[in-house]
């Protein structure tokens, strides 16, 4: 096929003979200079009301005082309908009205991020892994975005001294061994400074895979340049997660991107939001999935929209991913097939959501179904051989690693290291619990004494 025939050695973006209108008079070297499309952003009625027919319930998101920053590349722009207001690409990128309107559970920080920060903009939720955010830009603005709270605000960078911090913290917790640098998007950086922090990130021994979220591969292919990708690759393992959430956002460019980066040897992943309107439909996430592992990009995720603010309008049932993950199991290639996930409110980390399949089970078997409702019993061992900790290497290791963390959550009470988990203010509930509903009970039950009282 064609479009898997792209490699490094097309040096940059094929053009299609001259930029879309209505830029058709501009030079193309400038149409695929990165520069240009970022120094050239639309953003305004006017400039926007050039492109695409705007709405007027578009017209007021853009005029809205405080409204969360909009910035649409050109290129994102030219991939827009200019006729539908329902157009996917447009739904992304473009304010409407409704983002105005507050909804019941909504939050700010819904993932209670900045609880979760050690020092500004690291967030640590997990035992070996943390979330570095670098920068508050990005190439153009999601509306949906979960960190609408400082992201697109030019007045909050993170400083020098900040990134310093960042790396201190690192080095000094032995557990991290999973670097995810995000923001913002790390590849709006200026790249001298994003290889820095890659350097200063590399150079501590014990972190072993760095990691990049960005959306730059969407909204900005032309900044996949070679050179760029040559200065990535020196920093392996390192993996990236981009973001695309419909399959008109490929392109020829973006597939000449992807492919520079997949040369490059950097493991891809996406990362998807379920949005109502743009792509809450079995049949779009398909082609989506079909789409991405033919440029060699692996979906990761499918996030629940978060409970942020701006974001209520694109929110869907839960059961609508759950329909589109029961469409792609078993009916397309396995890693074709993401895991759909809800963050979970007040910072309780990535929650996968997932069909039943585990239908029922006894003593002696399983009983499960398949995609086609097939449904059938797996006969378990009458003998198990238990896995032995003595005789093996990894659990010796970790035995003799004074710094290793204790087993957390329900594998540690699956491992026998902890026998209960207990929320928060359990006591104290159950003190309440004696005294507030079985006081009264108890006492007028009893004796007959009491109610010889006057
Ligand atoms: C998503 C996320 C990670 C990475 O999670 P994975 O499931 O390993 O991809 C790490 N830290 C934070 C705070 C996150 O939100």
Redesign the pocket.
């Known amino acids: 096929m064609e479009m898997n025939s792209a490699s490094t050695e097309v040096q940059e973006p094929p053009g299609t003979g001259a930029p879309p209108p209505p830029w058709e008079g501009l030079p193309l070297e400038k149409w695929n200079d990165w520069r240009w499309q970022l120094a050239n952003r639309l953003n305004t009625v006017e400039e926007l009301g050039q492109v695409i027919r705007l709405s007027p319930d578009e017209v007021e998101g853009l005029s809205a005082a405080g409204h969360f920053r909009v910035d649409i590349t050109p290129y994102f722009g030219s991939l827009i309908d200019p006729d539908d207001p329902g157009c996917p690409i447009r739904r992304q990128v473009l304010p409407t009205g409704r983002e105005r309107v507050p909804f019941v559970a909504e939050m700010a920080d819904s993932?209670a991020?900045d609880a979760?920060s050690p020092v500004p903009g690291l967030?640590?939720?997990?035992p070996d892994?943390?979330?570095m955010l670098v920068t508050t830009q990005c190439a153009s603005y999601c509306r949906y975005c979960t960190r609408s709270r400082i992201v697109g605000d030019p007045a909050a960078q993170f400083s020098r001294k900040d990134y310093d911090a960042q790396i201190r913290y690192i080095a000094g917790n032995p557990q991290v061994r999973?670097v995810?640098l995000s923001g913002g998007d790390p590849l709006i950086l200026p790249q001298r400074l994003l290889e820095d922090l890659l350097q200063r990130l590399r150079a501590i021994p014990h972190v072993e895979v760095l990691?990049i979220g960005s959306r730059v591969p969407v909204f900005l292919p032309q900044r996949i340049t070679a050179d760029l990708v040559d200065m990535l690759r020196r920093f392996h393992p390192l993996w990236m997660?981009v973001h695309f959430n419909h399959p008109k956002e490929f392109t020829p460019a973006v597939e000449v991107a992807l492919a520079r980066l997949a040369d490059a040897g950097i493991p891809l992943g996406c990362?998807s939001v379920l949005l109502a309107g743009v792509n809450d439909c079995p049949n779009v996430m398909k082609d989506l999935v079909h789409k991405l592992v033919r440029n060699r990009v692996r979906p990761?995720?499918i996030y629940q929209c978060d409970l942020v603010h701006g974001a209520g309008h694109f929110r869907t049932p839960v059961a609508v991913g759950l329909q589109i993950i029961e469409s792609l199991r078993g009916h397309t290639s396995g890693f074709a097939v993401p895991t759909y996930?809800i963050?979970a409110p007040r910072?309780g980390?990535?929650v996968p959501i997932m069909p039943n399949y585990l239908l029922s089970q006894s003593a002696d078997r399983v009983v499960i179904r398949n995609y086609e409702g097939f449904i059938s019993a797996y006969t378990q061992p009458e003998i198990y051989d238990r896995h032995d900790p003595a005789r093996c290497v990894s659990c010796q290791r970790r035995e003799a690693d004074v710094t290793a963390e204790e087993q957390e959550g329900v594998a540690a009470l699956l491992s026998g290291d902890q026998l209960a988990i207990v929320p928060e203010g359990f006591e104290v509930a159950h003190q309440r619990l004696t005294r507030i509903r079985w006081a009264p009970i108890k006492a007028a039950l009893a004796p007959a004494a009491e109610s010889d009282e006057p």
């Open positions: 993932l991020e979760h967030v640590h939720r997990y892994r943390v979330l999973d995810l990691r997660n990362q990761y995720y996930v963050d910072g980390g990535k």
